[in-house]
């Protein structure tokens, strides 16, 4: 089945920095690379998404790359805010196939100091 | 709100006893995914449903089984509780058809705790 693995486990930078967190998947056949904010306390969000096609998506602040060859994909923030800090988890699943287990990264905890 | 209901929110419980967690998923969603959270091992998947049936299956423990009803909504039964299992539980739902996955709408979660 799927593996994803994910790094770094925590992360601090300051106010104005960028933030990387890397994820690779083990099946060649996952299609599907969701990110997903976690805030103390709350329940898993939707940040962002991509699917295989396509190698790069942003929205404003946010942008994921996914490098299929390599098996590896990525979440940058840029311009990071205090409310950025939070927990975010990568994970990877196939798209458009009858099962949804989508498998998760153990996540990254990020502190964006002010 | 995610329009996904869990119940109950929080539940303390002795070892070797079972409980029963309750997930209503989003209004017209057919998906209902079950998710363990603990501390060092993040999100980890336990079993998909779609209308009623099941369509994938993670690292659920024999233990445990889960159904859906014709009513959408699924109950995660947890048995023979040992330590280990004190957990955050989350229920999702997706609008995907076909059971294909899609944007996950997690519900709050039921805190389990076995003393």
């Known amino acids: 089945g799927e593996n994803v693995e994910q790094h770094p486990s925590t992360l601090s930078v300051q106010e104005g920095d960028s933030a990387v967190i890397k994820c690779t998947y083990s099946?060649?056949?996952?299609?599907?690379f969701p990110w997903y904010k976690q805030e103390l306390g709350k329940r898993p969000q939707l940040i962002i998404d991509?699917?295989?096609?396509?190698g790069e998506k942003k929205d404003q602040r946010i942008a994921v790359t996914l490098n299929k060859t390599a098996k590896h994909f990525s979440l940058h923030i840029t311009e990071t805010q205090p409310e950025d800090s939070a927990v975010y988890f990568c994970?990877?699943?196939?798209?458009?196939?009858?099962?949804?287990?989508?498998?998760f990264g153990k996540g990254t905890k990020l502190s964006v100091k002010p | 709100d995610s329009g996904v209901t869990q119940t109950p929110k929080h539940l303390i419980t002795a070892t070797g006893q079972r409980v029963t967690l309750r997930c209503s998923p989003r209004?017209?969603?057919?998906?209902v995914y079950w998710y363990q959270q603990s501390l060092d091992q993040g999100l980890q998947f336990l079993i998909q449903?779609?209308?009623?049936?099941?369509?994938a299956k993670g690292n659920i423990l024999e233990r445990f089984s889960a159904q859906q009803f014709p009513d959408l909504h699924s109950e995660l039964n947890l048995s023979s509780l040992e330590l280990g299992d004190s957990a955050l539980y989350f229920c999702?739902?997706?609008?995907?058809?076909?059971?294909?996955?899609?944007?996950?709408?997690f519900g709050e979660g039921s805190r389990l705790t076995v003393l």
């Open positions: 099946d060649s056949a996952s299609n599907y």
């Open positions: 991509i699917r295989s096609n396509v």
């Open positions: 994970a990877a699943s196939r798209y458009g196939g009858s099962q949804g287990n989508l498998i």
């Open positions: 999702a739902s997706s609008a995907m058809t076909g059971g294909s996955t899609g944007e996950l709408f």
């Open positions: 209004s017209g969603d057919l998906s």
């Open positions: 449903y779609y209308n009623g049936e099941e369509r």
